[in-house]
Nanobody
Framework: QVQLAESGGASVQAGGSLRLSCAVAGYPDSTTCMGWFRQVLEKTREAVASICTGGSTAYGDSVKGRFTISHDNAQNMVYLQMNSLKPDDSAMYYC???????????????????WGRGTRVTVSS
């Protein structure tokens, strides 16, 4: 079992920045990839960013150049630095963990086994 707890969501104005945090508990050393996803109401969950063993990262097209994913293995934390925020970035943001030995697509929600409850980000124009 892996438990994930997101924090850092807030209401900000367009152009602002936020840093989301995800605390990983349980078996953090067993995770191979960590991801951030976002969802607006009933829409499809969208991949935001991922970071896998070895430090390789991937980003959704809509956030490239603005968001940065990082991890602190010593603290069992994963972060999402979000800059130049836009109203379209408003969503519930979820942290996800994969324990699979091989992850073919780290930006697919199907690659993940555990999910947090989410933290809400609202960007006003």
């Amino acid at each position: 079992q892996v438990q994930l707890a997101e924090s850092g969501g807030a209401s900000v104005q367009a152009g602002g920045s936020l840093r989301l945090s995800c605390a990983v508990a349980g078996y953090p050393d067993s995770t191979t990839c960590m991801g951030w996803f976002r969802q607006v109401l009933e829409k499809t969950r969208e991949a935001v960013a991922s970071i896998c063993t070895g430090g390789s990262t991937a980003y959704g097209d809509s956030v490239k150049g603005r968001f940065t994913i990082s991890h602190d293995n010593a603290q069992n934390m994963v972060y999402l630095q979000m800059n130049s925020l836009k109203p379209d970035d408003s969503a519930m943001y979820y942290c996800a963990a994969s324990l699979r030995k091989r992850v073919l697509n780290p930006l697919s929600e199907l690659s993940y086994d555990y999910w947090g409850r989410g933290t809400r980000v609202t960007v006003s124009s």
